[in-house]
């Protein structure tokens, strides 16, 4: 007997609608691989629904305080905690993560992140007046942008749409959101809990596929386009975006280095990387995936790191030993398995290397060994349960493959010597540098990168000014 299938629906304009021309597409928890729910696969009409709505709601929310803004924000986060047990499921079935962990990593940094936003709205940094011109006085005006479009992705859902969402709204943008088409549901419920907040307009969200996401960006009526995903995803959208001088926001991929010196605690470095690795799976653009450690402690260190691996479990959301989900989709599944079925001759798997159980998407953690600069899987994003290790000889050649990929987002160094690590975090080209640990993010300090990894700052009030436009007024004190 087959199960009937919840129901999402998109959120416009104060109320839940269904796609205009009817069409869905089935949502799987890849804990089972099994479809628990529908969505809708939004088109143009829907797009513009939501634009027309953001666009409408504007003017007021624009013009409304910075007060009354962190007011309405604080009560989100409120609401938040209030049914974060709601949140947790849905962020589960969803994604088939852990719901301990779910519970714990996830739902204190959003309210706080909301909270942080909340007090910024009050906090934006201006210029003292001031006479640059004899008889002219000069002020600086920050102001919202418009309507933000905002896509995603599906490895946070819930902790990605409050990167988007709060900012924005802080400033005093309206939004149009899009989750990822494999992970709704959460992003759903946060619609229905923002709703009962903020005025109908102010927050909308359209669920679909790439098309649907393409049309938002493509829409003239977005002054922003902010995107968390692929660096395929990302390019894509800078270059729609340029059609119409949309300003852009990209947080794209990671290839994290994690360069270890021979003077740290092996066994210390090991438990922090490994948890840092196969953290979410590895669905991580921050993930320590990429370890670079000196030829003395080579040895050692893969052998205590293959049996961190080994001890590290994967499984069903409701078992409380382990450290992480599935992989989100077989799409995923089969590229995590393709790296490593594509491995070189030269390299070795340490540990791992093969899927878990045949249902759901679930993958081993997995260390290979061996490597080369240029191999495949050094350069390019597995984003999954796999942490590789090269040996180097000296700083200089640490810092040289550290740098060597087309990603800048993170990195870590792990060493005693203080003045080796200051060196590093200067030399490393990465939008973060943590020293002796990797991962923590804190909502007061800016999230980002370079080169391919994107540009623009989330969390912070780096992250807030990118939602902000600035404009200079000036007048003649003779009028």
Same mark, same amino acid.
């Given at each position: 007997?087959?199960?009937?299938?919840?129901?999402?629906?998109?959120?416009?304009?104060?109320? @839940?609608?269904? !796609?205009?021309?009817?069409?869905? &597409?089935? =949502?799987?928890? *890849?804990?089972?691989?099994?479809?628990?729910? %529908?969505?809708?696969?939004?088109?143009?009409?829907?797009?513009?629904?939501?634009?027309?709505?953001?666009?409408?709601?504007?003017?007021?929310?624009?013009?409304?305080?910075?007060?009354?803004?962190?007011?309405?924000?604080?009560?989100?986060?409120?609401?938040?905690?209030?049914?974060?047990?709601?949140?947790?499921?849905?962020?589960?079935?969803?994604?088939?993560?852990?719901?301990?962990?779910?519970?714990?990593?996830?739902?204190?940094?959003?309210?706080?992140?909301?909270?942080?936003?909340?007090?910024?709205?009050?906090?934006?940094?201006?210029?003292?007046?001031?006479?640059?011109?004899?008889?002219?006085?000069?002020?600086?005006?920050?102001?919202?942008?418009?309507?933000?479009?905002?896509?995603?992705?599906?490895?946070?859902?819930?902790?990605?749409?409050?990167?988007? @969402?709060?900012? !924005?709204?802080?400033?005093?943008? &309206?939004? =149009?959101?899009? *989750?990822?088409?494999?992970?709704?549901?959460? %992003?759903?419920?946060?619609?229905?809990?923002?709703?009962?907040?903020?005025?109908?307009?102010?927050?909308?969200?359209?669920?679909?596929?790439?098309?649907?996401?393409?049309?938002?960006?493509?829409?003239?009526?977005?002054?922003?386009?902010?995107?968390?995903?692929?660096?395929?995803?990302?390019?894509?959208?800078?270059?729609?975006?340029?059609?119409?001088?949309?300003?852009?926001?990209?947080?794209?991929?990671?290839?994290?280095?994690?360069?270890?010196?021979?003077?740290?605690?092996?066994?210390?470095?090991?438990?922090?990387?490994?948890?840092?690795?196969?953290?979410?799976?590895?669905?991580?653009?921050?993930?320590?995936?990429?370890?670079?450690?000196?030829?003395?402690?080579?040895?050692?260190?893969?052998?205590?790191?293959?049996?961190?691996?080994?001890?590290?479990?994967?499984?069903?959301?409701?078992?409380?030993?382990?450290?992480?989900?599935?992989?989100?989709?077989?799409?995923?599944?089969?590229?995590?398995?393709?790296?490593?079925?594509?491995?070189?001759?030269?390299?070795?798997?340490?540990?791992?290397?093969?899927?878990?159980?045949?249902?759901?998407?679930?993958?081993?953690?997995?260390?290979?060994?061996?490597?080369?600069?240029?191999?495949?899987?050094?350069?390019?994003?597995?984003?999954?349960?796999?942490?590789?290790?090269?040996?180097?000889?000296?700083?200089?050649?640490?810092?040289?493959?550290?740098?060597?990929?087309?990603?800048?987002?993170?990195?870590?160094?792990?060493?005693?010597?203080?003045?080796?690590?200051?060196?590093?975090?200067?030399?490393?080209?990465?939008?973060?540098?943590?020293?002796?640990?990797?991962?923590?993010?804190?909502?007061?300090?800016?999230?980002?990168?370079?080169?391919?990894?994107?540009?623009?700052?989330?969390?912070?009030?780096?992250?807030?000014?990118?939602?902000?436009?600035?404009?200079?007024?000036?007048?003649?004190?003779?009028?």
């Amino acid at each position: 007997m087959s199960t009937e299938l919840r129901r999402l629906r998109n959120y416009i304009d104060g109320e @839940f609608r269904d !796609a205009a021309d009817g069409r869905t &597409t089935e =949502v799987v928890n *890849p804990a089972t691989g099994e479809a628990y729910a %529908t969505a809708p696969l939004s088109g143009e009409a829907d797009v513009d629904a939501a634009m027309a709505a953001a666009a409408a709601a504007f003017p007021a929310w624009r013009d409304t305080t910075p007060a009354e803004r962190q007011k309405a924000l604080l009560k989100i986060a409120d609401a938040f905690e209030e049914r974060a047990e709601e949140l947790v499921a849905a962020e589960v079935e969803n994604t088939g993560k852990p719901t301990g962990l779910t519970r714990s990593e996830e739902i204190p940094p959003m309210v706080d992140q909301i909270r942080f936003f909340a007090g910024a709205a009050r906090m934006l940094e201006g210029r003292s007046a001031g006479e640059y011109m004899e008889g002219l006085t000069s002020i600086v005006r920050r102001e919202p942008i418009g309507v933000c479009a905002q896509v995603a992705p599906w490895n946070y859902p819930m902790m990605m749409a409050v990167w988007k @969402f709060a900012p !924005a709204l802080a400033a005093g943008n &309206t939004v =149009v959101l899009k *989750p990822s088409d494999t992970t709704p549901a959460s %992003t759903v419920l946060i619609a229905d809990i923002i709703g009962s907040i903020l005025p109908k307009g102010v927050f909308n969200v359209v669920c679909g596929d790439r098309d649907t996401g393409r049309a938002m960006v493509e829409h003239p009526t977005p002054a922003m386009a902010s995107i968390t995903g692929s660096v395929r995803a990302g390019m894509s959208v800078a270059e729609s975006a340029s059609k119409d001088l949309k300003r852009v926001h990209l947080e794209l991929g990671g290839k994290a280095p994690v360069v270890v010196f021979e003077d740290t605690d092996i066994d210390n470095a090991v438990q922090g990387i490994s948890e840092a690795g196969f953290f979410n799976a590895g669905q991580d653009c921050t993930a320590a995936t990429r370890v670079l450690v000196h030829e003395s402690v080579h040895d050692a260190f893969v052998s205590a790191l293959a049996k961190a691996a080994e001890d590290t479990k994967t499984g069903q959301p409701d078992d409380e030993d382990v450290a992480y989900g599935p992989l989100n989709n077989p799409n995923q599944l089969k590229q995590v398995a393709g790296f490593i079925e594509r491995l070189p001759a030269h390299a070795k798997v340490e540990a791992g290397g093969h899927r878990v159980g045949d249902k759901g998407y679930f993958y081993a953690a997995t260390v290979v060994s061996g490597l080369k600069q240029d191999d495949e899987i050094i350069q390019n994003e597995v984003f999954g349960p796999v942490i590789t290790v090269q040996s180097f000889t000296d700083e200089d050649q640490a810092v040289e493959w550290a740098n060597g990929v087309d990603y800048a987002l993170a990195s870590s160094v792990w060493t005693k010597d203080h003045s080796r690590a200051m060196r590093m975090s200067k030399r490393l080209d990465f939008g973060c540098v943590w020293i002796n640990t990797h991962i923590p993010l804190a909502a007061e300090m800016p999230h980002g990168g370079f080169k391919k990894s994107g540009y623009g700052k989330d969390l912070s009030a780096y992250g807030f000014e990118d939602y902000t436009r600035v404009k200079h007024v000036m007048t003649s004190l003779d009028a």
